[in-house]
């Protein structure tokens, strides 16, 4: 994988100038895919391309999407990153250990950053196998979204000759497929009672958790799914064989 092909992905970032500060760092380090999902500000303004400086192509062909799960299509894996210092009993990881390892296959994984304002919600963090934290001093631990952007990709940038070396393909289902599976399956598992609507989220991000460990392949995934849709046909016929007596 060249760097290139790596993914910056901004999630409803708000300030323009943000926005043309990270189209800059990440030509300065040799990244040039950019996904903006939902951008709460104009990727063309003129505040964007000032700060953008020799970095205006990035912006101009940056992927302008409507959700992160459209935005992680074909993605084996993805890295999200939160100033938080643990979610649940998960303690998130360095960009030392998290970014190696999505740079380590050919395919092309996601570095998903979130809004200024509120950062990455519990949900679009449950996208992401990986969550990723950057060491900053106690005392003032914030850190602005281009800085945050441009210090993972100085991280990767300097990783790479390395990684590059021993890059290997992987076999591993793209989080959309993932995603797709799970949202089949909660339908499933509301229709026979196994979930309800209140417990419905919490018991699925356990699933999701469970995926993303395992790190299944297509035919892995394909298998699972093809248990759902043959309970499904089974209830149907169960449900048509009532209706006949």
């Not at 000759?161 to 076999?171: D, L, Y």
Request: charged share 20%.
């Amino acid at each position: 994988m060249g760097q290139k092909e790596l993914q910056i992905v901004l999630v409803e970032p708000e300030g323009p100038l943000n926005v043309g500060s990270i189209a800059r760092a990440m030509k300065n380090f040799g990244f040039h895919q950019l996904i903006l999902v939902n951008p709460k500000c104009d990727p063309g303004s003129d505040d964007a391309l000032k700060m953008a400086v020799h970095a205006k192509d990035v912006l101009k062909n940056a992927r302008v999407l409507s959700s992160l799960q459209e935005a992680l299509e074909g993605c084996p894996r993805a890295v999200a990153t939160t100033a938080r210092e643990r979610i649940g009993k998960i303690t998130l990881q360095t960009p030392e250990k998290a970014l190696p390892w999505l740079l380590e296959i050919e395919q092309p994984g996601a570095l998903i950053f979130g809004p200024e304002d509120r950062g990455l919600s519990n949900k679009e963090l449950q996208m992401a196998q990986t969550w990723m934290k950057i060491p900053t001093d106690p005392a003032y631990p914030t850190l602005n979204l281009a800085q945050s952007v441009a210090l993972c990709c100085f991280e990767m940038f300097r990783l790479f000759p390395a990684i590059h070396a021993s890059h290997s393909e992987t076999n591993e289902a793209t989080l959309d497929a993932v995603e797709s599976y799970l949202e089949h399956l909660s339908s499933l598992l509301l229709e026979i009672g196994y979930l309800y609507p209140h417990t419905q989220s919490s018991r699925m991000a356990k699933f999701r958790q469970l995926l993303h460990r395992m790190h299944p392949s297509p035919e892995e995934l394909a298998l699972l799914r093809g248990v759902v849709r043959q309970v499904e046909w089974a209830l149907q016929k169960t449900g048509d064989s009532e209706l006949k007596k």
